[in-house]
């Protein structure tokens, strides 16, 4: 079957059929993804079937995998893969089980000095209903502000900190204590296009302004850009690979199914630039 590329949405994602990563892709194939990612800034790869180490030779064509800070999820052999299993969520600390990035749209690991600039998710087992993701274009998010808002929003810097989960291990919470600051709205070094760029969830606060504050603004802001004109979502297949430029989407996974089903992602990412 020739390689097939097909949008998803007006704005944002792309569909990718007619490539098995387990054979090694030939060059001219492999130009033609990553310019579709570049260009729609999610692409899903579908009908992989990819053993743990095939799936870390497929994504390293794409970057440099990196450490995850969810260490109770990390696969022994592969710890560059963590396995986001419903059926094992544990609940946080009000005892609430909410499944893996469905409280928030958000950025990936923006408490890393360098957050990764893919995160990569594979679909291994689906609940009967739901367990969808979506994603959002940040780009044109920001194109839709007023230069005003665009101007004031530029000037801004977010002091990002690790969630305080009962899940984070201790040793996890030490090795990742750094509290990096970035920009909040970010440049894309391949495209020089400006994106919102936030984790609401591991947002401490906006430098010169208090917590509640801070955040009170980023949810109202995170709110007002983010609509169906701009939105893409996704309803998962069975071996389905999706890549996801965390530099200019926001994500969220939708918690509209039983977790006790299993819904199981293996998730890796890719180690980005320092946001500017
Ligand atoms: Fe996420």
Known sequence: MPLSITPLSETIGAEITGLDLCVCAVESALAQVRAALRDHLVIVIRDQRLDPRQLLAALRLFGETMEQHLTSTLMPEHPEIAVLDSRKMPPDKEGQ????????????????????????????????????????????????????????????????????????????????????????????PDTGKRALYVHPGKLERIQGMEPEESRRLVNELVERVITPANTYRHRWRIGDLLLCDNRAVLHRAHRDYRMADGRVMHRVILRGEVPV
Request: proline share 8%.
């Open 97 to 188: 089980v909410i499944p893996f990035g469905a409280r928030d749209w958000h950025t990936d690991h923006t408490n890393h000095p360098r957050p990764p600039k893919l995160t990569a998710l594979y679909a291994v087992k689906l609940p009967s209903e739901g367990g969808d993701t979506s994603f959002a274009n940040m780009h044109v998010a920001y194109d839709c502000l007023g230069a005003d808002e665009q101007a004031r929003l530029g000037q801004l810097r977010a002091v990002n900190k690790i969630e305080d989960f009962a899940y984070i291990s201790d040793e996890a919470r030490a090795k990742f204590a750094a509290r990096p600051v970035h920009p909040l709205i970010r440049t894309h």
